[in-house]
């Protein structure tokens, strides 16, 4: 049995799985489906086209599938996605995409804490923490199981790499490989992500081989171009030097150095 609050206001267009906990004041407009045990605290906003996943937890104040903050947009049907499991602290805002790409996601397992912004076109991953007050632009892409500080700022268009993670109050402007540890002013390497790899059982001769395709991106002074042909030739194609070789290829703003 699902437990709505006289007070919250529920568009009849909008669909409300099983055990769903809506609190005091919360606004639930039309085309919203809020999935299977999931609990809505008070005063929350779902906007128009908000998809949300089974056995979430979305917070006092979170706003969530409200219209991008972007001049061009023209009202068009956009939309945002919340997988399952995931939890909005409060505060936290998702907006709606532009028709860039339609869509604004947040995976599954993820926690954006108290006041964290995701914009428009934004894609994370499944198993990501977003800590209090992170503030990311358009279009940003952000891997699985990463990891961000809080009071961090990350530029539009940027792309972090899976099971990175990144220091607080941090200016994010380039791209962030995966695996890896970011902190400082300007961003830079850090070193691996060694104990966060260690700990979701990434192996030892693996994190090895890693360690070393890293000291070529990082540490021998070449070209991001001339360390990909060094690494695709020297190193054994393990699924994390493929998964690294191919967000290199990929990089569009460059990678931290």
């Given at each position: 049995m699902n437990q709505i609050h006289p007070t919250a206001i529920v568009d009849s267009k909008a669909e409300i799985g099983n055990n769903v906990i809506i609190d005091p004041f919360a606004v639930i407009e039309p085309e919203v489906s809020i999935g299977d045990g999931t609990h809505i605290r008070s005063h929350v906003v779902i906007g128009s086209g908000t998809t949300i996943g089974e056995n979430c937890q979305i917070f006092s104040g979170a706003v969530i599938g409200t219209v991008p903050q972007d001049l061009k947009f023209g009202n068009e049907k956009t939309f945002v996605t919340i997988g399952d499991n995931t939890t909005i602290r409060e505060y936290a805002t998702v907006n709606r995409a532009t028709t860039h790409s339609y869509y604004t996601r947040v995976g599954s397992n993820c926690m954006l804490m108290a006041y964290s912004h995701v914009a428009h076109d934004c894609q994370l991953g499944n198993n990501v923490i977003i800590a209090n007050s992170v503030n990311m632009a358009g279009h940003v892409i952000i891997g699985d199981y990463v990891g961000i500080g809080g009071l961090s700022a990350i530029h539009q268009f940027v792309h972090i790499g899976a099971h990175s993670f990144i220091g607080g109050m941090m200016r994010i402007?380039?791209?962030?490989?995966?695996?890896?540890?970011?902190?400082?002013?300007?961003?830079?390497?850090?070193?691996?992500?060694?104990?966060?790899?260690?700990?979701?059982?990434?192996?030892?001769?693996?994190?090895?081989?890693?360690?070393?395709?890293?000291?070529?991106?990082?540490?021998?002074?070449?070209?991001?171009?001339?360390?990909?042909?060094?690494?695709?030739?020297?190193?054994?194609?393990?699924?994390?030097?493929?998964?690294?070789?191919?967000?290199?290829?990929?990089?569009?703003?460059?990678?931290?150095?």
């Open positions: 402007a380039k791209d962030v490989p995966p695996y890896i540890l970011a902190m400082g002013e300007p961003l830079t390497y850090a070193g691996l992500n060694t104990v966060g790899l260690k700990r979701r059982g990434f192996k030892e001769q693996n994190l090895t081989l890693l360690k070393r395709a890293y000291k070529v991106l990082y540490r021998q002074k070449l070209t991001v171009k001339e360390a990909i042909l060094t690494i695709d030739k020297e190193f054994e194609k393990i699924p994390e030097i493929v998964e690294l070789l191919d967000f290199l290829k990929g990089s569009d703003r460059g990678i931290i150095r």
